[in-house]
């Protein structure tokens, strides 16, 4: 069985937001849609107060809470781990953005290109995939990221991964213990990130000391 998730490399990371350009780019996402985004948070007491950047993303848990509460089985979990949402199903009840304890979902009233304004991408981008473009009557959905399915389907990593100049982000097989992923969580005491949430998330953080 294969279970497909990422490892994020907190010591890495410079939160240099490329994760979310990439994403941006790779997905067309309209303004004010963060499939991938960094935030900044703050730990410890004065005088060691330390500041990490921490990118977050849909966590494709093996628990998902968002499928539970979805009414119309537009969110589904496929059988390698990865959790979908089909946008012919989704008629934007928003029941899994509130049932998700990570706020990854985002919902868009009307999907427009972020670079063009274009409710359609270019011939250029329609040649190349798919993607989330939705048809007039599909507007009004919620979408999130699956580990860009696409590009895994050609064989390739998740853009955020590719396109991290820190080489922060590794994907694989959490099921395999040989795989790079599953090495790093077991060498450098990989985490989940709210465990106490009992989702079974497949993104796991490397402490940044």
């Given at each position: 069985m294969v279970r497909l998730g990422m490892v994020?490399?907190?010591?890495?990371?410079?939160?240099?937001?490329?994760?979310?350009?990439?994403?941006?780019?790779?997905?067309?996402?309209?303004?004010?849609?963060?499939?991938?985004?960094v935030i900044r948070v703050e730990s410890g007491k004065y005088p060691t107060v330390i500041r990490q950047g921490l990118p977050l993303l849909c966590m494709n848990c093996a628990e998902p809470e968002c499928e539970k509460v979805c009414p119309t089985g537009a969110t589904?979990?496929?059988?390698?781990?990865?959790?979908?949402?089909?946008?012919?199903?989704?008629?934007?009840?928003?029941?899994?953005?509130?049932?998700?304890?990570?706020?990854?979902?985002?919902?868009?009233?009307?999907?427009?290109?972020?670079f063009t304004g274009d409710r359609r991408p270019s011939s250029a981008f329609a040649a190349h995939s798919r993607k989330m473009w939705l048809e007039e009557s599909d507007r009004g959905v919620v979408s999130k990221c699956n580990f860009c399915a696409d590009r895994i389907a050609e064989g390739q990593n998740p853009a955020c991964v590719d396109a991290c100049p820190c080489e922060a982000r590794v994907f694989g097989d959490l099921e395999d213990p040989e795989s790079e992923v599953s090495q790093l969580i077991k060498k450098r005491r990989g985490r989940q990130l709210h465990p106490e949430y009992d989702t079974d998330a497949s993104v796991y953080y490397l402490p940044a000391r």
């Open positions: 994020i490399d907190l010591k890495r990371c410079a939160s240099c937001h490329t994760c979310t350009a990439a994403c941006k780019a790779e997905h067309h996402t309209p303004p004010g849609v963060f499939w991938a985004k589904e979990k496929r059988p390698d781990g990865i959790v979908t949402v089909d946008s012919s199903k989704c008629v934007g009840c928003r029941y899994c953005s509130v049932a998700c304890p990570y706020g990854a979902r985002c919902f868009a009233e009307d999907w427009k290109d972020y």
